[in-house]
Structures are given as structure tokens and as C-alpha cells.
């Protein structure tokens, strides 16, 4: 199996479309990792007035960023329309009626449509794992990060779903788990584009299953399918599946199969400009190519 694995953004989108209405019942994960992220929010000191929730889905971290930044007006980005209708129902009629709902943006987080130095506080929980390029996701949130202003996020790491991608690996040529970043690269990443005092964390979760099969559905009604780019244009047959299922028994342990999830967890600042004694901004002039 490759580790170039490219993502088809279209095959994506379908995806979360079509897991819209069934994304909240099976995302336990999802829920939990939002509510960690929201209490971490308690250490950081911290006043955005503009919150850009990226990646949002159903909006589940909208009521934990609302009761932490009352007066913070809020804008929820997502890839999948249809995430971002069941969002916006989920909204309260009072919110809707005083316009405190958030502004919500379908886009893709490697090509933000907002202007640079709009926002406060970039939020992510769990979507980035979904973009090809992660340099540029972090580029285009520090664009539109104002000065001074913090990146929180989480993503999955490498040894999530290990079980499921031994246990289809050699099964065909295809990929059918992404590859996810280990938490030392994401760290060089942000640094690299620009952020500041990067603090990067990981906390290990295993779900449990009956079978293989309750795995692949958890999965489905995530929306997590499989979007390589050079995923097997048909449906995978029987003795595919029949293979990942007996290889993945070897992992049952007290009758129960375990599913990995890596989780790391991360913030970073975009610093505020070097001002120099009379007060302007220091801007600092490398030499290119030369020592």
C-alpha cells in the first residue's frame, strides 16, 4: 500500500452528505475529543471575537465556544453542504430569531474563503485529517488568523485504525485507510508556516466491536469512507471482505475487537509584529541563497 495517498475532495463531500443525518448517533469519538478540546480552551487566555470554526460538520463544538466567547460572533466552514444544513437546524430558534446563529461557509480548508487577518480564534476538531496538503491548511489559518490571534485543533495520528489497515492490507492493491501525520511533523509544520509556540499533545482511544462489520458501519455513518483518488471503482466483494475479517480476529481480545484512534491535539499562535524602538513593525530582510 502507497503512502502518497491523494484524496478526492468530491468523493469526500458526497461522503459527509450523505452522513448528515446519521453522523451525530456514531460519533462518540468525535463528541468526546470536542469536549476535551472545549476544556482546554480554560487554560488558554484568550478573547477572539471572531471564531472560525473549520470543518464544523454538525456543529457540535458550537455551544462549548458560545457559552466560552458569549459575545464572539462565530463563522462554521465545512466541505459538505449538507453537514452544514443539519448544523444550522440544530441551531436554537431563539439564537436564529437575535441573529447570534454562526455564519456558516461551505469551503475547503486548503482554500479558505476569508479574508486574511479576519479571524481571532481558527478552531478544528477532527477535519484535518481530511485535507491533502496539511502545510497548506495551517498556511491558509494563519493567513486569516489576525496577529496575536490562536490556532486549536485536533487530527488523527498515525496509529489510528491500525487494526483495520493490517488487517486489509495485502488484500488488494488499493488503498482503503488513510495515512495520517505523526504529531513531530505537525509541530515542524506550524512552525514552518509562521506559528508561534506550538504545544503539541497525544491521547490514545480504544472503541470496542462485536465484529469487523460494526467497525465499517461506525465508520460509514461518519461519513468516513474511503476517498483515495485511486480507490477500487467498485464496491469490494465477499472474499475481500471475508479476508479483512478473518485477519482482523487476531486482534479480539476478551471477546471484543478494538478499534485504535490516535487523537493529537494542538495549538499555536500567529505572533504579533516585532515593533522596533520607535514603534513600527520590524520586518526582517534574509538573503536568498547566500550564507
Known amino acids: 500500500m502507497r503512502d502518497d495517498i491523494v484524496l478526492d475532495k468530491h468523493a469526500v463531500r458526497r461522503s459527509f452528505?450523505?452522513?448528515?443525518?446519521?453522523?451525530?448517533?456514531?460519533?462518540?469519538?468525535?463528541h468526546e475529543v470536542c469536549r476535551r478540546s472545549l476544556e482546554r480552551l480554560d487554560f488558554i487566555r484568550h478573547a477572539p471575537a471572531r471564531i472560525l470554526d473549520a470543518g464544523c460538520g454538525t456543529g457540535n463544538a458550537w455551544p462549548g465556544l458560545a457559552k466560552q466567547y458569549p459575545s464572539a460572533r462565530m463563522v462554521a466552514l465545512d466541505l459538505a453542504p449538507g453537514m452544514l444544513l443539519q448544523a444550522a437546524a440544530s441551531v436554537p430558534w431563539h439564537q436564529r430569531l437575535l441573529r447570534k446563529a454562526p455564519l456558516t461557509v461551505c469551503g475547503d480548508l486548503e482554500r479558505?474563503?476569508?479574508?486574511?487577518?479576519?479571524?481571532?480564534?481558527?478552531?478544528?476538531?477532527?477535519?484535518?485529517?481530511?485535507?491533502?496538503?496539511?502545510?497548506?491548511?495551517?498556511a491558509e489559518m494563519h493567513r486569516v488568523l489576525a496577529p496575536g490571534g490562536l490556532l486549536l485543533f485536533t487530527t488523527f495520528g498515525p496509529d489510528t485504525l491500525k487494526e483495520l489497515r493490517a488487517a486489509q492490507a495485502d488484500t488488494d492493491d488499493h488503498p482503503h485507510v488513510s495515512r495520517f501525520i505523526d504529531m513531530h511533523d505537525i509541530g515542524d509544520m506550524l512552525v514552518d508556516c509562521g506559528f508561534a509556540d506550538p504545544v503539541i499533545d497525544m491521547e490514545t482511544f480504544t472503541l470496542?466491536?462485536?465484529?469487523?462489520?460494526?467497525?465499517?458501519?461506525?465508520?460509514?455513518?461518519?461519513?468516513?469512507?474511503n476517498a483515495a483518488a485511486n480507490r477500487p471503482s467498485a464496491l469490494s466483494g465477499k472474499q475481500w471482505l471475508a479476508a479483512v475479517e478473518q485477519k482482523y480476529e487476531g486482534f479480539r481480545r476478551d471477546g471484543k475487537l478494538p478499534a485504535t484512534f490516535e487523537v493529537i491535539y494542538g495549538h499555536a499562535w500567529r505572533p504579533l509584529p516585532r515593533l522596533g524602538p520607535g514603534g513600527r513593525a520590524v520586518i526582517e530582510i534574509k538573503p536568498v541563497g547566500g550564507s
Not at 17 to 30: G, P
Not at 116 to 132: E, F, P, Y
Not at 210 to 219: F, G, Q, T
Open 208 to 225: 470496542t466491536y462485536d465484529d469487523v462489520r460494526a467497525v465499517m458501519r461506525d465508520l460509514k455513518a461518519i461519513g468516513a469512507h
Open 112 to 138: 479558505l474563503p476569508l479574508a486574511g487577518g479576519s479571524i481571532d480564534l481558527a478552531w478544528s476538531n477532527l477535519a484535518l485529517q481530511w485535507v491533502n496538503a496539511l502545510p497548506q491548511a495551517f
Open 17 to 30: 452528505d450523505r452522513a448528515a443525518t446519521t453522523y451525530d448517533a456514531a460519533a462518540v469519538l468525535q
